[in-house]
C-alpha cells in the first residue's frame, strides 16, 4: 500500500503548523520521522494516519482518499496499527487480555507476545512489567490483527535507551517480515534503523534520507 501525502497544510486556530508536505512513503518498509520538538511530527503522523483531517491538501492510500476507502472505521481496524508514547493499556486487564482486546482472532495472540519477548508475563497486569515491557504489549496489540502499517508517535519517550534500542530493533524485524512501521520521534538513532528517514523542521519537510 502507498500512502501520499498532497499538499498538506495544517492550522491550529492561527498558527499555521504544517505549511505544504507533500510525501510518498511506501506502507512497507521502517520510515522514520524526525525533527525538533514543535517541527510538526505529531501532526503530519496524525493526518497521514487517518486520525487528523488536515486544513487543506489531501492524503490518499493506494491513489484513494480517505472519503474512498469505504467505512473508515473498518479501514482502520482492518490496515493500521497505533503506537502512542503512553502505552494506554488498560490496567485492569493482563497484559495478554489488552492485547486478546483489540484481537479479530485469538490464534496469534501466544506467538506474537512470544515473539516480541513478553510471552511470559501474558498474565502480568501492566503495573508489575517494566516500561519497556509495557510498550512491547502496546505493539503487541498495533500488530496482532496483521495491519498493513503501524503508525507510532512517540513509541520510546518513556524508555531508557537499552530499551528504546529494543523497540527499534523490533520494528526493523517486523518491517523485514512485510509489516510497515511509520514511526515519529525525536530520537536521531532510530535513524540506524530506518530505511527512509523524513526530516521535519518548522512544518516542512526538510529532508528526505535513504
Ligand atoms: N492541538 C493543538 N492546538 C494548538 N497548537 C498545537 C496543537 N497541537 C500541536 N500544536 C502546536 O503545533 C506545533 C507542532 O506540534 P507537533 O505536531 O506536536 O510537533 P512535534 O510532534 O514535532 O513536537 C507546536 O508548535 C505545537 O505547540
Ligand atoms: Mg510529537
Redesign the pocket.
Known amino acids: 500500500m502507498k500512502i501520499e501525502a498532497h499538499a498538506l497544510e495544517h492550522y491550529?486556530?492561527a498558527?499555521h503548523?504544517l505549511r505544504g508536505v507533500d510525501l510518498s512513503i511506501p506502507s512497507s518498509g521502517f520510515t522514520a520521522i524526525i525533527?525538533e520538538?514543535?517541527?510538526?511530527?505529531?501532526?503530519l503522523l496524525s493526518i497521514l494516519s487517518t486520525l487528523l483531517q488536515p486544513t487543506g491538501g489531501t492524503v490518499t492510500y493506494d491513489g484513494k482518499a480517505l472519503a474512498e476507502l469505504g467505512n473508515i472505521d473498518l479501514f482502520r481496524r482492518r490496515n493500521i496499527g497505533f503506537v502512542f508514547q503512553f502505552h494506554y493499556l488498560i490496567s485492569y486487564l493482563s497484559l495478554r487480555e489488552n492485547v486478546a482486546l483489540a484481537a479479530l482472532a485469538p490464534e496469534g495472540i501466544d506467538p506474537l507476545m512470544e515473539r516480541l519477548g513478553i510471552g511470559r508475563l501474558g498474565s502480568r497486569y501492566s503495573d508489575e512489567v517494566s516500561g519497556g515491557e509495557r510498550q512491547r504489549a502496546a505493539i503487541a496489540r498495533a500488530l496482532i490483527n496483521h495491519p498493513s502499517v503501524v503508525f507510532a508517535d512517540e513509541p520510546t519517550g518513556n524508555l531508557d535507551t537499552k530499551n528504546a534500542l529494543g523497540v527499534y530493533e523490533l520494528f526493523r524485524e517486523f518491517s523485514n517480515s512485510g509489516t510497515g512501521f511509520i514511526v515519529?520521534s525525536h530520537d536521531k538513532k532510530i535513524a540506524d534503523f530506518a530505511d527512509t528517514i523524513i526530516e521535519?523542521e518548522d512544518g516542512i519537510v526538510k529532508k528526505i534520507h535513504h
Do not use: V
Request: aromatic share 8%; no cysteine.
Open positions: 491550529y486556530g498558527e503548523i525533527g520538538s514543535g517541527s510538526g511530527k505529531t501532526t515519529a521535519m
